[in-house]
């Protein structure tokens, strides 16, 4: 199904059309000339009330935290590197990787002028949809964080 949606929307893309997943900004935290600190509003859909992500969208737990992450899966990466997402997702589980992950990103200093990003806030254990699925983000060892899936 997740495979389905990305080659959809690939194809879109490359005819000029876009297809978008409900992020409407709920507030602006912070205003600065790298980044702006957001948080989304909720979108309640199947009696849950999540915050909506996409791969690659940069999210930070809390206001005082120091560390970006960066969302991602299997299947965006594989596309996102020309190989086939079928297979790669195949080949992930049967290695017993996790299919969606939450990864930690970096920060480099530098003087060439960058695009301004957005940060997206979540609360520790804040229930998020991420590729048709629903999930929580928790601290996990070595002050990375971890994906928990919503059982049904």
């Known amino acids: 199904m997740v495979v389905i949606i990305y080659l959809v929307t690939k194809t879109n893309q490359a005819k000029g059309k876009t297809m978008s997943i409900y992020q ?3 507030e602006t935290i912070a205003n600065h000339p790298a980044c702006t600190y957001v948080r989304l509003d909720t979108n309640t859909r199947d009696n849950i009330t999540c915050i ?3 791969s690659g969208d940069l999210v930070q737990i809390g206001t005082k935290a120091q560390s970006r992450f960066r969302m991602s899966s299997v299947v965006s990466y594989a596309l996102k590197n020309g190989n ?8 992930a589980m049967k290695l017993g990787h996790p299919a969606y ?11 060439t002028p960058q695009e301004k990003v957005k940060i997206i806030i979540l609360e520790d254990g804040e229930m998020i949809r991420f590729e048709g699925k629903i999930f929580t983000v928790h601290p996990d060892c070595n002050h990375n964080m971890k994906l928990v899936e919503r059982k049904a």
Request: hydrophobic share 35%.
């Open 24 to 26: 409407k900004v709920a």
């Open 52 to 54: 909506n992500l996409k």
């Open 84 to 91: 086939c997402p079928i297979a790669s997702h195949e080949r």
């Open 101 to 111: 992950f939450i990864t930690n990103s970096g920060t480099v200093l530098s003087s």
